[in-house]
């Protein structure tokens, strides 16, 4: 039940990109397609933002993008916006568990 | 409206013991499994148990495992997390989560704060 690994911190200017990797075992993020991604703003609960890998909740901008290969998830943000500034987990289902990534940090330049 | 509230935090001595509550209205709860994840003060999201929709089915985080006790009454749309020998580090905000292959509905979350 190890911490899936993410960066503690990325950044951007408005209007950039980026992404956020996360990355499990063959038992985890490698072994399904149920991966997810959560932005806390702070004193806030989790928002779902990408599930099954690559799907959008209703509600979420198409500049939330998410994929995977092997076992390495990613959480794509496009034309970053200020109100993107928060944490981002990224979450995988195991069978008998679930883990989260420690948590990335993102902060809007 | 799909709404979780949890309830039943609060301060506690090392070794006591807490049980939480989260009541959900909005969906059929029955078809739902319901997870507790925690959030030490300034840390990130830490998954605590689950548990079936028909309650037949539970999992704990090897953290929480053999201190722990997860439960559910459908005919009261409520989960409990029964906890007990609590430590320092179980020092929390404890969230309740609908899952779905993915957690698309959260409650607001309650603070359990482990300390003598």
Known sequence: QSALTQPRSVSGSPGQSVTISCTGTSGDVGSNNYVSWYQQHPGKAPKLIIYDVNKRPSGVPDRFSGSKSGNTASLTISGLQAEDEADYYCCSYAVTYVVFGGGTTLTVL | ?116
Request: net charge negative; glycine share 12%; charged share 15%.
């Open chain 2, 1 to 116: 409206e799909v709404q979780l509230v949890e309830s039943g935090g609060g301060l506690v001595q090392p070794g006591g013991s807490l049980r939480l509550s989260c009541v959900a209205s909005g969906f059929t709860f029955s078809t739902y499994a319901i997870n507790w994840v925690r959030q030490a003060p300034g840390e990130g999201l830490e998954w605590v148990s689950a548990i079936s929709g028909g309650g037949e089915t539970t999992y704990y985080a090897d953290s929480v495992n053999g201190r722990c006790t997860i439960s559910r009454d459908n005919s009261k749309n409520t989960v409990y997390l029964q906890m007990n020998s609590l430590r320092a580090e179980d020092t929390a905000v404890y969230f309740c989560a609908r899952w779905i292959s993915n957690y698309d509905y959260w409650g607001q979350g309650t603070l359990v704060t482990v300390s003598s």
